[in-house]
């Protein structure tokens, strides 16, 4: 039986070798992995590879020689033991469209594709469908909260949002939202990849919005800006990557608008980072193709500067509480200065860089 072996960063000759045999396959060597799988031959020629990053697999190729020999079956099957390790339920895979149907018999499930680029699939067959129907229940328990009613002339509306942490500026923009539409849709981003953890930028967007009766919160889930979807948006910039993450990442808004019947998202503008301004021009071409509007809106400025939750790391880095307050609404500030942030505080003061997402 060939046995796989982990490829460690600091293996050079063999990470050059994984990278030319992805590279016959027309694959470039993902740099968002965090652990690269090999079978060697008896000489030591690595003849199959297969990688994760976090919940996903990817990069497979196996040598043209050695194809029928059930190289890539056994490099899957090892990969998700390391997932099952890792407690890792829900895997999800990027590959070529004409592998699909190989990962199809191996247990997995088309999502979504990139034309002619990539597909994205999952191992659980009603993954994607159990979170449609958690947004629509959640939109559901909310309108009858609200005692609100939509017709097919209500105006419906989408926004999503890191929030790391809650800003002035992001408040802005969801009041520009509420007021233009009958219902919002707020996804907030729920992968906890940030410096602010989840149930932090949620109890503070909460209470962002309590004075916008139509701002449906919910948690944005793997299929909507995840390090399964989108992983290049908590990474360093990367444009390649970003484009197709970002088309992948837009086919599922789609699908999820499709159900939620949302026909506008709202975007602020993008100054400052690279990869959020690709995902920005992307959406503008794309959404329409898709019967959504995309509003872009100016972001909101202070003393000549747009708002960034960025700067707000900064100035928590650099301890300008004074130029803080003028970025964040009330309720942020006053938790940022509290002892429940104390340890947000320590992470922010040891991360070198906090202008990143």
Known sequence: MSKVTKIFPSDTRALAEVSALLEQEGIRLDRNLDYISA?????????ATGSMFHNTLRCFAVDHRHRGEGLLNTIVSHLMEQQLLRGNLEVFLYTKPASARFFHDLGFYEIAHVEGRLVFMENQPQGFSRCLQRFQDETAAFLKDKKQTLDDSSR?????????????GHRSLIERASRENDLVHLFLVSEDASLFPFAVRQKLVMAGIEEFPNVCLHASGPYIISNATFPSYFLPDDDT????????????FGKIAAVLGIRRRYVGEEPFSQVTD?????MREKLPALGIECCVVPRLAV????VSASDVRQCIKDGDWEHLQALVPPATYDWLKSGDAAGVRRRIAATPDVRHH
């Open 241 to 252: 990557a970003s484009i197709g993450h970002a088309e992948l990442d837009l086919t599922l």
């Open 303 to 306: 003393n000549g500067r747009a």
């Open 156 to 168: 419906t509306a989408a926004i999503v949002m890191n929030a790391n942490p809650f800003t002035l």
């Open 278 to 282: 690709c995902y920005n021009q992307i």
């Open 39 to 47: 079978i060697r031959d008896d000489d030591y020629h690595i003849i």
